[in-house]
């Protein structure tokens, strides 16, 4: 836990935490326990994909975001917004556009749509798709990716090696700038508008890359409410340009298969889904797809916990965008070319992380798997979270991994505490007998 | 030190086909083995289980584990096979219509599972079972 190996921005705040244990089942890879009144999240197992605080009762858990302020630390500001960000707002009321002009008087001098990268990254997986192993899992989710890494390294050989829209606008901006305007790469700074949790990770500690290029990642709760504030500063509208459909749509469920030429293609959303869809779906059918879109929330990116309005009201209004805007004219074949197909891909492995390995050694870990069968039979197998381990499973493992021990479990402590007023009637009556 | 775990496999039951083939996954998991052996693993109990759901009556899995390999007997009561060459040829099926429908018996099962066993062994009579031996090595250079 000290030596933090892994970055995480779904957080704890201690003094809110009551301990109640909603997280610890809605946790899809068993992450929480709660120990002395407070969670406690592993950070070995913990994929930041933001379930806990969809659940906690208490707003206990938060999203570690980059401040606004840091945006003042670079001469040249690009705001980054994911798709999910274009679907927040009701166009009839406030239109994108003067979305954008409020987000200019926040301090950002250019806009580059994630939605536009995103349309490329869609003509990327189809030239990649032309020689890659199939079926090509997504790796935009980062959540997903982190799914897989922990629990399902079966599959990391189907993870698209493809850079998520986020990265590649980041890395199209820049460039863009600092060609157009002179200023060195190092002082443009590119900021994305997040929905989720998991983004901020994969900026922070990337899986298959060293680094990123986006340089600070921002709440889209905070920012929606400066823009909302902002807004009615705004007395001419400057009008922008913006990415089409096919870009816009990857910010909900199935968006990001809808312009993927093979009809052998499926979405999954909802992180526990994924995780049904990967441990029951048999090789046959798996082999089924080309392609296979996978998003921890509902309905996609919209129903990311730091999307501030509500997600199927945002899913419609996305998907009704484009009616409403200006589409910019971009070939992305050509931009493809231009930058070459390396641009848009990592270059590093992604390592498994395994979390369900219970030791270093096969022989102690067969020792410890069969004592887990044993002892998970001694409890009642009802989950109820009391010891606060997800499951009694979870309990047997932790107890085996010396995490806890029996009599956490409050059903096999009544039976010892009726074992131990036996023992003490049985004092008692032999005191009597003297 | 060994691992037991013991399945029965109902016959017919589509719908609760995989059971033994996602816990054995559970287990091997547990055991850190490489994500290659664990999909070898995965895919040969996955059709030596359909298999027995889509031919046979019913039939027992029994799965050992030890540090340096998985084994897997399954043992059915059914029909069995009368020509194991033939069935081992990629596309041939002796599956029933109803079974096809639902997208099984494609003929892939045990050819499947010989390219992802190390060892396998196929004993069959007619109108009583089959018994298969599956052996998957966890050190790879020893796979064929």
């Not at chain 1, 929480?32 to 950070?43: L, N, W």
Request: hydrophobic residues 40%.
């Amino acid at each position: 836990m000290a030596n933090n190996r892994y970055f995480h921005s779904v957080r704890l705040k201690e003094d809110q935490c009551k301990g109640c244990t909603h997280c610890i089942r809605t946790c899809p890879t068993e992450a929480i326990r709660v120990h002395d009144g407070k969670a406690i999240i592993s950070e070995e197992r913990c994929i930041d994909c933001g379930e806990c605080i969809r659940t906690c009762p208490h707003n206990a858990k938060y999203v570690y975001t980059d401040p606004v302020d840091m945006i003042k630390d670079y001469r040249y500001r690009v705001a980054l917004p994911a798709p999910s960000f274009m679907a927040q707002f009701d166009q009839e009321k406030i239109g994108i556009d003067k979305v954008y002009n409020a987000l200019n008087l926040i301090g950002f001098q250019y806009i580059y749509e994630v939605a536009s990268a995103a349309a490329i990254v869609n003509v990327v997986t189809e030239k990649y798709l032309e020689t890659s192993k199939k079926p090509l899992i997504s790796s935009a989710c980062p959540a997903v990716v982190r799914l897989i890494l922990t629990k399902f390294p079966e599959y990391l050989e189907y993870v698209a090696m493809i850079e998520p829209p986020m990265d590649v606008a980041a890395k199209i901006s820049k460039d863009i700038i600092s060609k157009k305007l002179g200023i060195p790469s190092g002082e443009i700074g590119a900021f994305f508008i997040t929905p989720c949790p998991a983004k901020v990770t994969a900026v922070k500690q990337p899986e298959a890359k060293d680094s990123s290029l986006v340089d600070g990642v921002l709440s889209m709760k905070e920012i929606y409410d400066l823009v909302m504030q902002k807004t009615k500063e705004i007395k001419e509208v400057k009008h922008y340009k913006h990415a089409d459909r096919a870009g816009i749509i990857w910010g909900v469920h199935e968006g990001e298969i809808e312009a993927l030429e093979t009809q052998r293609k499926v979405a999954i959303s909802g992180i526990h889904n994924v995780i049904s869809f990967l441990e029951n779906i048999d090789q046959k059918e798996f082999k089924r797809y080309d392609f296979i879109e996978a998003q921890a929330c509902i309905p996609g990116c919209v129903g990311g916990v730091l999307a501030p309005t509500d997600k199927f009201a945002a899913k419609i209004r996305l998907k009704q965008l484009s009616d409403y805007i200006e589409k910019e004219d971009i070939n992305p074949d050509k931009i493809i070319e231009e930058y070459g197909m390396k641009f848009f891909l990592v270059e590093k492995q992604l390592m498994p992380r395994n979390i369900d390995k219970l030791d270093l050694d096969i022989e102690r870990a067969m020792e410890k798997a069969e004592q887990i069968e044993a002892l998970a039979e001694e409890f009642p197998g009802i989950d109820c979270g009391a010891c606060g381990c997800p499951t009694c499973r979870a309990l047997a493992e932790d107890i085996v991994q010396n995490k806890a021990t029996k009599y956490d479990c409050i059903f096999i402590l009544r039976e010892k505490f009726k074992e131990m007023n036996k023992e003490f009637d049985l004092l008692n009556k032999n005191r009597n007998i003297k | 030190m060994e691992i037991n775990r013991k399945y029965n496999i109902e016959g017919g039951n589509f719908a609760d086909a995989g059971y033994a083939s996602s816990d054995i996954r559970k287990v091997i998991k547990q055991l850190g083995l490489s994500p290659a052996i664990i999909k070898k693993i995965a895919i040969a109990v996955y059709e030596a289980e359909i298999n027995v759901v889509a031919h046979a009556y019913r039939g027992v899995m029994s799965v050992t584990i030890d540090r340096d390999k998985c084994q897997v007997i399954v043992d059915d009561e059914g029909p069995g096979i009368p020509d194991i060459d033939e069935a081992m040829k990629e596309g041939f099926s002796t599956a029933s219509e109803k079974v096809r429908e639902m997208g099984f018996g494609a003929g892939m099962g045990l050819p499947n599972i010989r390219q992802n066993a190390d060892d396998l062994e196929i004993d069959s009579k007619v109108d009583e079972g089959t018994r298969l031996k599956i052996t998957i090595f966890f050190n790879q250079t020893r796979a064929v």
